[in-house]
């Protein structure tokens, strides 16, 4: 006689589910050529800045090295490009990054494979947000490594304290992770319009907003509740304050966009 | 146990009613074959079925819980259009990708088994981007397999094969349903390889279902008819025209009459008014016509 057996259902622990994806969303990471090409951009990107600035007799931008990674002081209200052009900018070139990404998941089709087998949609906005954190940390790592390199190279001035720039890079790198889930967030929501997506990252991730309501209210530091503020704030005067800070607001803002990206995620069809 | 219940589902796209009013019922075990013209609501239903879309309303039960539980989901194998893959990725890295998702403990293992059960071994090292149609539907076959699927749903799996590789299809979907443990939902368009190992039919027509039956129903339900071949056509079918009312011709040149009682009658028939038959049979119509024939009926035509 026939035997006919029930299928067995296993209950896959959220470790072991959020363990398999981070291992994908790690493995694709470090196989596509664009993370590499987005670490040498921000390598790049200060050395350029540092080694171009003060040419055809104009005004060095910066006379000490460590300006390229933050301003002495927290500046929201931007008065020169001196004051803007500085590790956030790795935030700016992190959200083109997540976009490109995020937007291989949907054109490949794979999100399609993921949520047939994956109900849980807060697993995808969790790993997605480590992993793409995680490369903006290390787009951090070589824009220093970079800026460094060209402070050497012009002979502008070193002198830092190290304390203050070391909590300066650390809050920076902590800040990744409350922008690696804006753009995640962004990328979900706008999941069938990659050039909305690209825009929308580029347009928050400039901080113009910040920026704009600074020119309102002043250099106040209430602005540091936002991610830009907050990546702002992480400067050559801080502290362990200020990188306490960026720990409570990078995770808060995670938090909220991993929650809202799976509530969009768990109402929206997948094409 | 019911693989998959599905009452009264309602699906659309802005005014667009894609599903309306859908029932559906797969028995553990069945292989179902799903048929329907391009926009009957086969993969809109399929696509709600694995979770991709949201119902507008009714509900889908898979193995008597809710459609969303993440249990069930974890065990569903899906081919819809295509596979997921990363072109630029091998075959083999693309499979270990679906493999860590579904938190298989030794996936290369497995991998290699499903890979060799779609003959597909040789492959693995290729870029997904280089393989062709065939060999993509293939893969998209050995990735739904992985993880022992309990419920496979599979979205024209058929197309782009050739006939080894729908050979290889038939007989891996009729092993993995042998034991009870897994349950097949697949739709194609080519009945004919459908007929071959379906054991329960749906048919669906502008998103509700409008038969739903077994292969032994179908087989019941199928009519007879009796098949001729002669050298005059033309005259026999002048000739059986006059006597019955359903009569016609296959591609391949045989005469049908559909209503008449006995091959015997035909025979006489035709050997008084002269025409020499080269050879005569009894068959039953295929799953296409009765699809074909169904459908007219709806229509009223």
Redesign the interface.
């Known amino acids: 006689m026939e035997?006919?057996?029930?299928?067995k259902?296993?209950?896959?622990s959220v470790s072991?589910?959020l363990?398999?994806?981070l291992?994908?969303d790690f493995?694709?990471l470090f196989?596509?050529p664009m993370f590499y090409i987005f670490l040498a951009i921000a390598a790049i990107i200060p050395a350029m800045v540092l080694s171009t600035g003060g040419q055809d007799g104009g005004a060095a931008l910066y006379t000490n090295t460590w300006n390229i990674i933050a301003a002495d002081t927290p500046l929201y209200v931007v008065r020169d490009i001196g004051d803007y052009a500085n590790m956030n900018m790795v935030f700016i070139f992190g959200g083109i990054m997540v976009s490109i990404f995020i937007g291989?998941d949907y054109r490949?089709?794979?999100?399609?494979?993921?949520?047939?087998?994956?109900?849980?949609k807060r697993d995808y906005m969790m790993s997605k947000s480590i992993v793409c954190a995680f490369a903006m940390a290390c787009m951090c790592g070589t824009y220093l490594l970079g800026g460094a390199f060209a402070g050497i190279l012009t002979g502008a001035s070193m002198r830092v304290n190290f304390g203050s720039l070391l909590v300066a890079i650390l809050g920076k790198m902590v800040m990744s992770l409350g922008w690696a889930s804006l753009y995640t967030f962004l990328n979900v929501l706008f999941r069938r319009h990659f050039g909305i997506s690209i825009a929308s990252s580029f347009f928050l991730g400039t901080g113009i907003p910040i920026i704009g309501a600074a020119a309102i209210l002043g250099n106040n530091s209430a602005l540091n509740v936002f991610l830009y503020g907050s990546s702002v704030n992480a400067c050559l005067s801080s502290n362990l304050v200020t990188l306490g800070t960026c720990v409570v607001v990078s995770i808060a803002w995670a938090i909220i966009y991993n929650l809202l990206g799976s509530a969009v995620l768990a109402?929206?069809?997948?094409? | 146990?019911n693989a998959i219940e599905i009452r009264n589902l309602s699906k659309s796209f802005g005014k667009k009613q894609a599903v309306s009013g859908l029932n559906m019922t797969v028995p553990?075990?069945a292989i179902y074959g799903f048929i329907g013209e391009n926009g009957s609501g086969k993969s809109t239903t399929e696509?709600m079925i694995?979770?991709?879309?949201?119902p507008n309303g009714g509900t889908i039960r898979l193995?008597g819980k809710d459609y969303?539980?993440?249990?069930?989901?974890?065990?569903?194998g899906?081919l819809?259009?295509?596979?997921?893959?990363?072109?630029?990725?091998s075959v083999w890295?693309n499979m270990?990708?679906?493999a860590?998702?579904?938190?298989i403990k030794q996936p290369q293992q497995e991998i290699a088994k499903v890979l060799k059960t779609v003959r597909m071994e040789g492959a693995a090292s290729n870029k997904y981007k280089n393989c062709s149609l065939g060999m993509k539907q293939r893969i998209g076959i050995a990735?739904a397999l992985l993880?022992h699927p309990?419920l496979l749903?599979l979205d024209e799996p058929i197309n782009g094969l050739d006939a080894d590789g729908m050979r290889i299809m038939r007989e891996v979907l009729t092993d993995i349903t042998n034991?009870?443990?897994?349950t097949v939902l697949i739709s194609s368009h080519i009945l004919g390889e459908l007929e071959k190992i379906a054991t329960h039919y749906g048919v669906i027509r502008k998103g509700r279902m409008l038969k739903e039956m077994t292969a032994a129903e179908l087989d019941t339900s199928c009519r007879t008819y009796i098949a001729l071949q002669t050298k005059e056509a033309d005259k026999a079918k002048w000739l059986l025209g006059k006597h019955y009312k359903r009569v016609g011709a296959d591609e391949s040149g045989w005469l049908r009459v559909y209503d008449a009682a006995t091959p015997e009658e035909i025979v006489s028939l035709l050997y008084e008014n002269g025409v020499t038959l080269s050879e005569i049979k009894t068959a039953k119509i295929g799953l296409e016509e009765y699809y074909i024939d169904l459908i007219n009926e709806t229509e009223g035509r």
Do not use: W
């Open positions: 035997t006919r057996l029930e299928p259902f296993e209950r896959l072991r589910r363990r398999g994806m291992g994908v493995y694709r196989h596509t291989h490949s089709g794979y999100v399609k494979q993921l949520f047939t087998t994956h109900a849980k109402r929206s069809d997948v094409y | 146990m553990a075990g696509k694995c979770g991709l879309l949201h193995y969303t539980d993440a249990e069930v989901r974890a065990k569903i899906v819809i259009e295509a596979p997921g893959c990363f072109p630029n990725l890295n270990m990708i679906q860590d998702n579904l938190g990735m993880g309990a749903v034991d009870g443990q897994c």
